[in-house]
């Protein structure tokens, strides 16, 4: 995809029937996926313009966000969508406020820290406890599911599966350490035999989507965004996402998100015997995607690999 502003321009000329006053792009696009600006219009609205490179996200976002346009969690609440000439879909967003919490962690306190985990942990008990599910997996723009995936262990096993396709299709260094890991993940399936409950995730829950402003000197949660990857499934996995970023290192900020977290919905005790099971499995599921379009990342994900596979 290559689209630039004046492009971009006339597209919201036509839809607002009025001038851009200011237009930045926004966004990962050395991932390829996704154009994603910030535009704001002669009237003073601002607005958020993303170009789905990937045919199936936008519904994911248009069901979840449906979903959550009543709710107290701080997303979008107001958006649009379609197509353009070319085939590819849109959406606008109202635009919240806030710097990505990412930019922000080596610049707060612990205390800092420990009251937007809080608040954190209150965001995404929101989001689990929105509704249960009667399937796992995908779902179309009217919150229908898309393979009807009735338990979560079919779920489990058809996702690594893919994945594991993915890897031996591509030319890694580090693929014998991978095809280990691909095998002891097999090997203990049973672990996640026992997870009945489908509720909405995230399924991208981190700092680069955690927006941050600073009100009178104080931080806190301004909003939830990017829900392209969220539709019905295991909640335990938004969580266990937690730990590879932040919790591993952080005890504290672990116990404050808890705090908040458990104010909608309570942990089931049997994730911290899975969580070592879930956090190689993430790690492998970075790997096999990161190689060559997000080598940092492939990284952080080969670490994790390493770190965890020798517990099984």
């Known amino acids: ?105 080596n610049t707060l306190t612990l205390e800092q820290l420990k009251k937007i985990f809080l608040e954190i942990g209150q965001e995404l008990g929101k989001i689990h406890s929105i509704k249960t599910f009667n399937f796992f997996g995908d779902w179309d723009d009217k919150g229908e599911s898309v393979h009807n995936i009735k338990d979560y262990y079919t779920y489990f096993v058809k996702s690594f599966e ?80 937690l730990y590879f970023r932040y919790f591993l290192e952080n005890k504290d900020i672990e116990k404050s998100f808890f705090e908040g977290y458990k104010k909608y919905i309570s942990i089931d005790d049997g994730f911290f015997e899975r969580l070592d099971y879930y956090l190689l499995r993430l790690g492998f599921g970075i790997c096999c995607w990161t190689y060559f379009k997000a080598p940092e990342y492939y990284k952080q994900g080969l670490e994790l690999v390493k770190k965890y596979i020798n517990k099984f």
């Not at 200011?22 to 390829?32: A, Q």
């Not at 709710?71 to 879909?89: A, Q």
């Not at 399936?189 to 402003?213: A, M, T």
């Open 1 to 105: 995809m290559t689209y630039d502003e004046n492009y971009i321009r006339g597209i919201i000329k036509k839809l607002f029937s009025m001038d851009v006053k200011e237009i930045r792009s926004i966004g990962h696009y050395e991932l390829n996926r996704h154009y994603v600006f910030y535009i704001r219009l002669n009237n003073g609205q601002k607005i958020v313009f993303k170009i789905f490179g990937i045919k199936n996200r936008m519904p994911r976002e248009i069901a979840s966000l449906s979903l959550l346009k009543n709710s107290t969690l701080k997303c979008p609440k107001y958006f649009k969508h379609g197509v353009l000439d070319d085939g590819n879909e849109w959406m606008i967003y109202e635009y919240i406020e806030g710097e990505a919490l990412d930019n922000l962690l």
């Open 162 to 241: 893919f994945q594991l396709c993915e890897l031996m299709q591509q030319n890694i260094d580090d693929k014998v350490i991978l095809i280990e890991a691909a095998e002891k993940i097999k090997r203990n399936f049973n672990l996640i035999e026992n997870i009945k409950e489908s509720r909405l995730c995230h399924n991208d829950f981190d700092g680069r989507n955690i927006l941050i402003i600073c009100q009178n000197g104080e931080y806190k949660v301004n909003g939830i965004v990017d829900f392209e990857q969220s539709f019905p499934g295991n909640i335990e996995m938004d969580i266990a996402r």
